[in-house]
């Protein structure tokens, strides 16, 4: 379909007919416009962006286009509450009306970006409109315990070509997402993992080890550092050792206490051959962790880029260490 501006009158009837059914208390669904995304062409939703983002504003939702692909468009909720935007019950029910009508009639929706407060609100709705998508490839989704059940499980499960999953959660609960395990198994679409907020104990680290030990599709994981500590050394460097899939590989750890996760990791990266980039947040070096970062920097001809930040809550915890020791195996590395 070639893109036509305002002046076009088939164009110009379309966007009436929308404002008309938009508009209406109750709009019919019906009368929405249907798909007409192709493998060349966009959605003739990218030329009515603007008033659907009207009636989507009222649930903090926002349809965009996808600036580096043709044809694909994101449904993201906002990253912030939006306090300004005053109650309206009507309003905010016909913008999830909308909202759920484009998951289920456009299979031009490839990225969808749901925050804690529509979940909450909306849950059940949206994971009924997400089951057995074949197209939505990409979501992110922001969850707590109080709205981790059966709905939002089912919902991942079911997703037909989810390529990346990403999943902002702060919280030990090792029942938050103890149906993660199952969703890396089935889903052999999945090539990028993001869970570097969740953290799981005990045999909820083990499970999720263990499903990505069987994992073959897996190219970028991002996980937290109580995953590496709670599978126990030999699982989580075992895993390291034996992966050819992974290219970019992201850590992040809240609690001192566990500089292990670092060394634990090392050890299965002197062995890898195919992670290229490395990433860590918040791993506490100190004398024995900057010595093994040193052998890493060294020995490993593979690793492209490394990447380390460390956020202290409180500044006199940072050890007193000797990152000198860095510098004669980074001068002679010509792969980093």
Not at 14 to 22: T, V, Y
Not at 172 to 178: A, G, I, T, V, Y
């Amino acid at each position: 379909m070639a893109r036509t501006d305002g002046s076009d009158p088939t164009l110009t009837d379309r966007a009436d007919s929308l404002e008309s059914c938009l508009t209406n208390a109750a709009f019919d669904r019906q009368m929405l416009p249907p798909c007409t995304a192709t493998a060349e062409s966009a959605c003739q939703l990218v030329d009515h962006l603007s008033m659907l983002n009207e009636v989507l504003f009222w649930a903090e939702i926002e349809l965009r286009e996808t600036p580096e692909t043709c044809g694909e468009l994101h449904l993201a909720s906002f990253a912030n509450k939006n306090t300004n935007i005053q109650n309206d019950a009507g309003k905010t029910s016909r913008a999830i009306c909308l909202f759920l009508w484009l998951l289920k009639a456009h299979a031009c929706i490839y990225y969808v970006k749901i925050h804690y407060g529509v979940l909450v609100a909306y849950g059940r709705i949206i994971c009924d409109a997400l089951n057995c998508s074949h197209s939505v490839r990409a979501l992110i989704i922001d969850i707590g315990a109080s709205v981790v059940n059966k709905h939002v499980d089912d919902a991942l499960c079911s997703l037909k070509r989810l390529d990346l999953l990403v999943c902002l959660a702060v919280s030990l609960c090792d029942e938050l997402w103890f149906s993660l395990p199952k969703v890396i198994r089935i889903h052999s679409s999945l090539t990028t993992l993001n869970i570097s907020e969740l953290r799981l104990r005990g045999s909820r680290a083990q499970d999720l080890v263990a499903a990505l030990k069987e994992n073959s599709t897996l190219k970028e994981l991002s996980i937290h550092g109580s995953v590496v500590c709670d599978a126990g050394r030999g699982v989580f460097t075992k895993y390291l050792k034996t992966n050819t899939s992974l290219i970019t590989r992201s850590v992040g750890e809240d609690d001192v206490s566990n500089r292990n996760c670092f060394n634990w990791i090392v050890e299965g990266l002197l062995v890898n051959e195919v992670i290229k980039n490395l990433s860590l947040t918040n791993i506490l070096f100190d004398r024995v962790n900057a010595t093994l970062a040193a052998r890493i920097f060294s020995e490993n001809k593979t690793i492209r880029s490394f990447h380390g930040a460390y956020f202290p809550q409180a500044l006199f915890l940072q050890p007193d260490t000797d990152y000198h020791l860095w510098l004669a195996p980074l001068s002679n590395n010509d792969t980093l």
